[in-house]
Structure formats: C-alpha cells, structure tokens
C-alpha cells in the first residue's frame, strides 16, 4: 500500500501539528535523523541538481543512488571509473546512525581505528582509509569542512566515499580518498516530519524536519536537532549538542535557482580518554614487574579523566548556491561559502609508562595508580571563505559525445590557536587503576602566550571531458592546477615539554616560535577508459594523482627536519591504478562493483640510517580488492554490503608498526560490512547487518611491553520497524547483538584503548505530516 508522506497544500490541522512537533522538539527530546518529506522538485537539466527528498512509494527499502552531486562528476556511478560508495539517506535512518563516523560504518574499510598519539586522543572524526589519515579531506557539498569535530547527519542528505585521489576534483587530499557530505535543500511541496529517540546510555534525541512552498517557485525548509545522551558501557562520557539549519530555496523548477543554506550547532561534550590496555592479549610489563603480565583487565566501563574535561563546539556555516540552466545542454553551478569553526578542549591524558603506572604493593592491585599528570588543550578556530563557479556543457558531434564540466575555485582558510597549560606546577591527583575517582578537580589551568596563526590561499582551476564513442567506449581525463601559498607564524613557551630551551632567559617565557611562509603549484590529474560490453554494464581502468603540500593537513608548518610540514621538503604525492567493473542488475534495481586498486605514495619523510638526516625517500604502498553490492534483490529484500582487502605497506623507509613489520599502522587487512532489510507482507520491516574488521598494528616509538596490535572481530546489529498509521512508525535497533568485547581503537604508544560499546539499544518514533 502507498502512503501518501506529503501533499501539496497541507491542511491547517497538519500545520499546526508540525509547529507543535517542532516546537517539542527543538527544546526537549529525542529522535532519529532522517525523515521523509516532500518530492523533489523537477529539474530543467539534473546534471547540477542536488538531490533532494523523495516521497517513498512502499515502506520497503531501497539503499541505492545512482548519482554522485557534484557536478564534476557528470556520469552515473555505473559509467564513473572510480570506486564510490553513496551512503543515502534511507541506509543512515534504518541503522539510527547521528554521526558521519556512524555513517562511515557503511563503507568497508573506513573507521576510527586511531586513538591517537601518547597521552593525546584524537578529537572529532579522525577518519583512517585505506591505510592513510582522511580526517582532512572532509568536505561539505564540495566545499571542504574545517576543524577536527565530529559531525551530525541530522541535516545530511546522503555521503559520498570517494576512494583513491581526488586531488582533480578538490585540490589538496588525502592520499586514498574524500568524504562528501550532501545537505538537504528545500523543495516544491509541504511537509513535517520528525523523531523522537531514546536509548542505553540514556540517550534521549530530537530532530524535526518542516519544508514548506511559498509560492509556485519558492520553498523555505527547517532542520533541528537536540541530543542528550551518554554513551552506553562507558561512565561520564557525553556527547550533548543542538543544531538548526534554515535553508531557502528560489526558481524552484526554473532555469535558475538560488539556495542559501544556514547551520548552526553547538556541542559540550565529555570526551573520551580511553582506557589503559593492561590486561589485553600482548600486553607485558613495561619494565621488570613480571606481576604485570598476569594483570587484570581494566572495566571497560573507568573513566580516567576528572570532572574539568570538557569538548565545547561551535560551528557556523552559511552557503549560496546559484544554478542557470542555459539550456538542456549547458549549466552553471556557482558555490559561495563562509565558515567558522571553534573548539575549547580539554581532556585528561595518561600514559601507562614505567614512571606513570605505580604498584606500591605488587600482591594488592587496589593500591596501583596511574598518574594523571599531562593535560591535553586545543583552543583552537577555524575560517574558510570560497568562491566555486563550475561549468558543464554536453556536446554532440557525428558519432561521438562530449560531456565537459569546467571551473575555477578561490578559497582562503584560517587556523587560530592559543595555548593553554597547567599554571604553578598544577595537577590533578593519581586514579586508583582499578576504581578511577572522576570527582575530581582543582587543576589551575590558562593561557600560556604560545599562540600560532596559520592561512593558506589557494587558486584552483580545473577541466574533465567524458568522450563518449558509440555505444560501447568512453574516455575521461581530468586534470586541475592549483596555486597555493601558507603563512604560518607561531610564538612558544621556553622550557616547556617540546619547546625550545630558554637559554639566559627564565623558564615559561614566551619566544618566537616559526614564522615561514610557502607557496607553490600542485598539479594533478585522472585519466580513465570505460567499455560497455552491455547498456547495463562497465569495465573500465583508471589513473590518478593527488598531492598534499607541507602545512595542507593542519594549516601549519614547521621548522622540524623530519616534518613533512616543513616547508623545504615537496607535496607528498599519491599515484593510483584503478581496473574495475560495475553491472546494472535485476531491471536496474541491484548495482554490483568489483575493483582491483594500488595507491602508491612518495615523498614520505624518512631519515637516512647513515648520515642521520632526512630525505624525501619514503614510499608507502597499498593495494586490494574492493567489491560492492546496493539496491534490491526483490521488491521486499534491500541490501548494501561490501568486502575489501587493503594490503597496505612500506615500500621504502623504515618501519612504522611496533611489530617491526612493513605493514602500515590502523589498517584492517580485511573488512566487511553489510545491511539486509525485508519487508514482509503485513507491514513489518527486519533487517541487520554484521562489520569484520581485521587485526589492526598500532604504530611504533619508544613505549615497551604494550600490545603491539589488535584482534580482528566481528560485531552485528538488527532492526525491527512498524507502521502504526500513516503518520506514525516505530522502530528498534538492536546494536552488538552477540554482545561482542573488542577493541574498537588503539593509540600510537599502545597503552589506551577505546572499547567496544556493550549490547545496546534504542527507540525511535517516525511521525510525518
């Protein structure tokens, strides 16, 4: 039976329910992110069209798209020579998921597997792919997202997972890939959707969705949410934010159309320190107590931090996109984007080192303490101001077609941060390992004067053409120059721990610190050929190149000889190969990919065993398979899962890994993930899934007797939903069904770790108008 979710003129009665709902919403609890709404409008020409809400025709399930948004990529994921994965809307509300880290689960291979380094936990989403950090190549409907925070899907449309380089199409990345987040936009229609949710870890969430049409061309659309919420096995964690994000949409359905996007969010946060990982398989005593090895393991439930910690989040974003269709063939897509970015951290580090873990009575374990003596801060903002114009034209000549998509970008990004320390020698008292007190405070804590500032402007230009030749071969290149300049200046504390030695002046005083600059071009480029042995299918090969110059990750630069941020060393450079094949199956209704990949990054900073000074030598490797299957096996059965391997190592350099191996550090060298729903025919929906993550290596420095890896585990999570009414469903996400213990992230130096989270669950009630 279809279930009409939206009708063009709401009734009074519908308006003010959805006034209520909101009302209720935005100030008190609980939902989940994704709700259904009007549909979208109809487009003069949809190469530049973002995607935009649908009306769902069944309750059954459909987790394909066939589109990326970007109007760089201007085939559909069938013909695109490149492995993508789009994680749609539909897939994110079925598994509850609030956060892009959540989401990511969906993609194989992609995860939180780094805690971080020493007594610093990584903050945000610190997201590894394929072997290589990618918290930096996040971006937000094309623009890149700044600031090191973890991100809410309560606005998201769907996620874009491009694997391999992407410098061709956003400038400076990661070596293996980007993530892209598509926001939702206003639409011809009316409706009112919302949730509410509430689960272990006293999890209590709203969010609420209004999109109301104007006139005939306009639409203004409203997104809000409100959390509260613990995490569930874990004491004092919490991950408490709101957001609003108005949106207003004009020319709906016209040949021009205009969006102005707002988001405002706001997070205080507890964040999360980890756990020392004594007691886990490979830990050994980091000096002679040999007591050690047979140690307990720690409650997975400590927390070690005190009541000062605090994660305090504010982010500001305003966006302007303007789309002209000249005609069926020709498009403009311009982007305008101002953002800020804020975050006031402090967190409790510890480190399970021989002078920090002390057993006064080795035969009493009550009476062991770790000490908690180095305070981790980040008092840090973020700017970033771009201007993105973009091109496409379709071109038909004699028997072959030309698809061209062409632009220039202009983007200027900021880094402010001020440094905070402990004052007067202060510091919080030793926990008890075993029975942590977390009610405790007094540490004396402000400014230091260290401060750094960093900007880079870059200039980007860029052009792709798909040839297509009959009806079976296609050729696509691409390639974009970018011109970029980073100033960076800094001012340090003397004497503290990494700065430099005061000299004849006194201890604590503030010095210049570096105060360089750098500029340069980055060239890049993707070359690929696609035949179509069938309409429904591809096999394709793919060529591509993507760089990152010193200081393109943090917007700092150093003076450091074994940093690559240092601006005497050249971009990094990453090179992949890429041979695949995609198939349309089952009436177009299941979309299969397989490829075979091989990254090859060089330039990799590494210092010579015999003159002890550094040269770009390194060279780091990763290859695999990746394979995919999304859409529908019936009208009733939906699935999207995907299996990769990812052999990832050192090609040339020393090693990184604490086992002494080539293997690189925090890469699975297997992952799975799926999703299955059925719908049955009295209306329920079940599904579930289960996630392999291999064995992890951690990274190697000076840390003894810690785990020199993780275990590879399987985790697995189910789902029941109901319609009561057309206005009204329930359903219930059951989270690590077989109540799986395993270690979900491990840091550089092997002594914390990051749980798993116990078996959970969560409620959530759909309402639509």
């Not at 409008?41 to 190469?47: E, G, H, L, R």
């Not at 982010?315 to 789309?323: A, G, K, N």
Request: glycine share 10%; net charge neutral.
């Amino acid at each position: 039976m279809a279930f009409i979710k939206s009708r063009k003129h709401a009734a009074p009665a519908a308006r003010t329910v959805g006034a209520a709902v909101l009302l209720t919403f935005a100030h008190a609890a609980v939902a989940s992110d994704t709700v259904d709404a009007p549909p979208q409008q109809a487009k003069t020409s949809d190469v530049q069209a973002l995607p935009g809400m649908q009306v769902d025709a069944d309750r059954s399930s459909d987790f394909r798209v066939d589109k990326v948004s970007s109007p760089k990529f201007t085939q559909s994921l069938l013909d695109t020579t490149q492995t993508i994965q789009v994680i749609g809307k539909e897939l994110i509300k079925q598994q509850g998921a609030t956060t892009l880290t959540e989401a990511l689960r969906n993609s194989p291979g992609v995860g939180t597997f780094y805690v971080g380094e020493n007594g610093s936990t990584s903050t945000g989403d610190a997201i590894y792919m394929r072997g290589f950090d990618t918290s930096s190549s996040i971006f937000v409907d094309g623009v890149r997202d700044v600031g090191t925070v973890s991100r809410d899907v309560f606005n998201i449309e769907q996620v874009e997972v491009t694997k391999g380089p992407d410098g061709t199409e956003y400038g400076r990345t990661a070596p293996t890939g980007a993530i892209n987040l598509v926001t939702k936009q206003p639409v011809l229609g009316n409706g009112e959707s919302g949730s509410l949710q509430g689960g272990s870890g006293q999890r209590r969430r709203g969010t609420a969705d209004i999109n109301q049409q104007l006139d005939g061309t306009t639409a203004v659309r409203l997104n809000v949410m409100d959390q509260k919420s613990g995490v569930y096995g874990r004491d004092k964690i919490e991950n408490n934010r709101w957001g609003i994000a108005p949106s207003l949409a004009f020319g709906l359905g016209t040949p021009t159309r205009v969006y102005i996007d707002y988001l405002h969010v706001k997070q205080n946060n507890v964040p999360d320190g980890g756990i020392p990982t004594i007691g886990l398989p490979g830990y050994s005593s980091p000096d002679k107590r040999a007591f050690l090895n047979d140690a307990e393991k720690v409650d997975p439930d400590n927390y070690y931090g005190t009541n000062q910690d605090h994660d305090h989040v504010t982010q500001d974003m305003l966006t302007v996109i303007l789309e002209h269709d000249f005609s069926d063939k020709v498009a403009l897509h311009n982007t305008a984007r101002w953002g800020r970015t804020t975050q006031d951290y402090l967190l409790t580090s510890f480190l399970g080192a021989t002078a920090n873990l002390l057993t006064p009575n080795p035969a009493d374990p009550s009476t062991w303490t770790l000490t908690r003596s180095n305070p981790t801060f980040k008092h840090q903002s973020n700017r970033i101001a771009t201007n993105q114009t973009n091109i496409t034209a379709t071109i038909e000549s004699g028997g072959f077609t030309q698809d061209i998509s062409t632009g220039i970008e202009l983007t200027s990004e900021q880094a402010r941060a001020i440094g905070m320390g402990a004052l007067n020698g202060s510091t919080w008292p030793a926990a008890n390992l075993y029975h942590p007190n977390s009610d405790v405070g007094g540490l004396v804590y402000g400014e230091t004067g260290a401060t750094s500032n960093g900007k880079t402007n870059t200039a980007g230009a860029y052009f792709f053409d798909t040839l297509k030749f009959g009806e079976h071969w296609q050729v696509n290149a691409g390639v974009r120059l970018d011109h970029y300049k980073t100033d960076f200046s800094s001012l340090v504390v003397c004497g503290a721990r990494g700065g430099p030695v005061c000299g004849v002046l006194p201890a604590g005083s503030v010095i210049p610190g570096v105060d360089t600059s750098t500029s340069d071009n980055l060239k890049n480029y993707k070359i690929g050929v696609l035949y179509k042995p069938a309409a429904n299918g591809s096999i394709y090969v793919n060529f591509a190149q993507s760089q990152q110059p010193p200081g393109g990750n943090t917007l700092t630069l150093s003076t450091a000889t074994n940093s690559a941020d240092n601006p005497n060393f050249d971009p990094q450079k990453a090179r992949t190969a890429e041979i695949g094949t995609k198939w349309d199956l089952l009436g177009s209704k299941l979309l299969l990919t397989g490829a075979l990949y091989r990254t090859t990054v060089t330039n990799d900073v590494v210092q010579d065993p015999t003159d002890l000074l550094y040269y770009q030598v390194g060279k780091k490797r990763v290859q695999g398979v990746e394979v995919t299957a999304v859409g529908k096996l019936t009208d009733d059965l939906a699935v999207s899962a995907g299996f990769t391997t990812m052999n990832a190592t050192v090609a040339n350099g020393p090693g990184v890994t604490a086992n002494g191996s080539d293997d690189l550090a925090y890469t699975p060298k297997k992952a799975f993930t799926s999703w299955v729903t059925y719908h049955l025919p009295f209306d329920l929906t079940i599904g579930g899934g289960g996630r392999y993550s291999g064995a992890l290596e951690r990274g190697t420095d000076g840390a003894v007797g810690t785990p020199a890896y993780t275990r590879a585990y399987w985790v697995f999570d189910a789902m029941a939903s109901y319609p009561i009414n057309r206005n009204f469903d329930l359903q219930l996400n059951v989270y690590n069904l077989f109540d799986k213990d395993y270690v979900a992230a491990i840091n550089k130096s092997g002594y914390r770790y990051t749980p798993s989270t116990p078996r959970s669950a969560m409620l959530t009630a759909n309402v639509r108008f």
